[in-house]
């Protein structure tokens, strides 16, 4: 695209990948930190600001083992905020799985396969299925055992399945809450997986040792980069609740009987990575069917359903989010664009068996979507039928425009410009008898658009929505969520 030129003709993922200046090429970058310098920042915060902002899809991390061994109080402990739900007895449902964390100047993601035991399945199977989800997302592996319990026939089998997956791991021995523990963690050198880190998850002992070594296996970026072969096709994650339609979808694009469906959630799948032919292109559909509620089960398909579904997300470009029109849009769908949304993936909303919909409905619907999913207007949206292959045309083009919108680039000298008009038009308001002011900006990276902006005091989030609102209308961005950061100058006299 021709908004990755430089001004001094260089690509701008040149300079990106020599000098770890995010999207911004050598000339860019030096007239930025001059600007900076002018206003009075500190230049290491701004080369830092850049750094952070510019970052591509990060590495991410499982933490997998059987319930109750302490996988979701370790992941509250490395993501540093008691976000994931931790509890005494399995089968907590929570919305997310996915976590940013850092350590030592590294971001990186957590997959959080934490507490929930189906009995109906036993309890192998399950835990076997969770491990199976979200090693399949990641680059590196956490495996926790209970040290004071040792290895279990059930941490034999995750132990199998981690090595046949052949990611790197890192064997967490947890609940070692002082040196006398440590001889049972000892134990589980047993496990063939080198050596155990003996670790309280609850009060943070040994953590930090832990994740100095999952530092030494994690990548600096995902095994799967994007964009490695140009024209090589690109990944679409076909996501969605259940009974929602995406096999059947799968099945319509690729033209034949491509996913077989499994009754049971969590048990048997087939690969469904599928390369099929689009619009006269190939791409790579990572589908997420396969899993069905039956009622005794409700809680543990969803819960399967929300790993199943960040795998997928973690794996593609853009997510083709299935929603079904002849119902009512539920919390479900919310969660899963929520999902698409916060991984910065381009995203394409279809809604299926619109060929079903009388005219109340089509008038409903349209309204639900106004207050449900307002929040990503922004996205192409597509009626399509799945059974009939009706509008199954307009499919490629929406997928198309939401990559473009998600690999689209401001040189810094037009934004600049949009800012410095934008804010004389449309000022902050005044706060406690001050004024903010946005000074500068700049976008560090794509995929998605990131925006760091740079301002004289504390920017308002509506101030913020405001600003992303205008930057979609000025510069399109459509099909693409846009992440804007602020840096705000310290309280010090201007540098000379």
């Not at 000098?19 to 860019?28: I, K, P, R, T």
């Not at 040994?206 to 970026?221: H, I, K």
């Not at 307002?374 to 009939?388: E, F």
Request: aromatic fraction near 6%.
């Amino acid at each position: 695209m021709n908004d990755h030129i430089q001004p001094d003709g260089s690509d701008a993922y040149e300079g990106a990948h020599e000098h770890d200046h995010g999207a911004l090429g050598d000339a860019e970058f030096a007239e930025f930190m001059e600007l900076a310098a002018e206003e009075g920042f500190d230049l290491e915060d701004v080369e830092g600001a850049i750094e952070a902002a510019g970052h591509g899809p990060l590495p991410v991390l499982a933490v997998v083992g059987r319930p109750n061994v302490g996988k979701s109080t370790l992941v509250n402990r490395i993501i540093g905020r008691r976000e994931a739900v931790v509890e005494d007895k399995p089968g907590v449902t929570r919305d997310r799985v996915t976590y940013e964390a850092e350590w030592a100047g590294r971001r990186f993601k957590v997959v959080d396969t934490g507490g929930w035991e189906q009995d109906v399945l036993g309890i192998d199977a399950s835990v076997a299925a969770q491990a199976e989800y979200a090693i399949e997302a990641a680059d590196a592996v956490v495996f926790v055992v209970d040290a004071k319990v040792g290895a279990t026939d059930t941490d034999e089998a995750v132990v199998r399945l981690l090595r046949k997956a052949g990611k790197p791991v890192v064997l967490c021995a947890n609940k070692v809450d002082g040196p006398s523990g440590e001889a049972d963690a000892a134990y589980l050198w047993s496990l063939g997986l080198g050596e155990p880190y003996p670790v309280s998850a609850l009060h943070g002992r040994g953590t930090g040792d832990m994740l100095d070594q999952v530092l030494e296996v994690l990548p600096q970026a995902p095994a799967q980069t994007f964009g490695t072969a140009v024209g090589g096709p690109r990944r679409v994650a076909l996501i969605g609740r259940p009974n929602v339609g995406k096999s059947s979808l799968l099945n319509k694009v690729a033209g034949e009987e491509r996913v077989v469906v499994n009754e049971l959630a969590g048990t048997t799948r087939d690969p469904v990575d599928e390369m099929i032919e689009l619009g006269g292109k190939t791409w790579k559909f990572v589908d997420t069917a396969g899993i069905r509620k039956r009622v005794h089960l409700q809680q543990g398909a969803d819960y399967y359903a929300s790993l199943r579904t960040a795998a997928a997300v973690e794996k593609a470009e853009v997510a083709v989010v299935l929603i079904d029109a002849a119902d009512s849009i539920s919390v479900q769908d919310q969660r899963i664009v929520t999902m698409a949304v916060e991984a910065g993936r381009a995203l394409v909303l279809a809604y299926n068996k619109w060929d079903t919909l009388d005219e109340e409905r089509r008038y409903y619907l349209e309204r639900e979507i106004e207050t449900e999913l307002g929040q990503v207007v922004w996205a192409p949206r597509v009626n399509v039928s799945a059974r009939t292959g009706r509008h199954m045309e307009k499919l490629v083009p929406a997928i198309e425009t939401a990559l473009e919108g998600w690999e689209t680039r401001v040189p810094t000298g037009r934004l600049n410009a949009f800012l410095g008009e934008l804010v004389a038009a449309h000022p902050h308001p005044v706060r406690g008898g001050k004024q903010p002011r946005i000074l500068f900006g700049t976008q560090a990276g794509t995929r998605p658009p990131r925006f760091v902006l740079f301002a004289s005091g504390f920017i308002e989030a509506g101030y913020r929505r405001f600003i992303e609102r205008r930057l979609r209308e000025e510069f399109g961005f459509e099909g693409t969520p846009i992440h804007i950061s602020v840096r705000v100058r310290e309280k010090r006299g201007r540098k000379k």
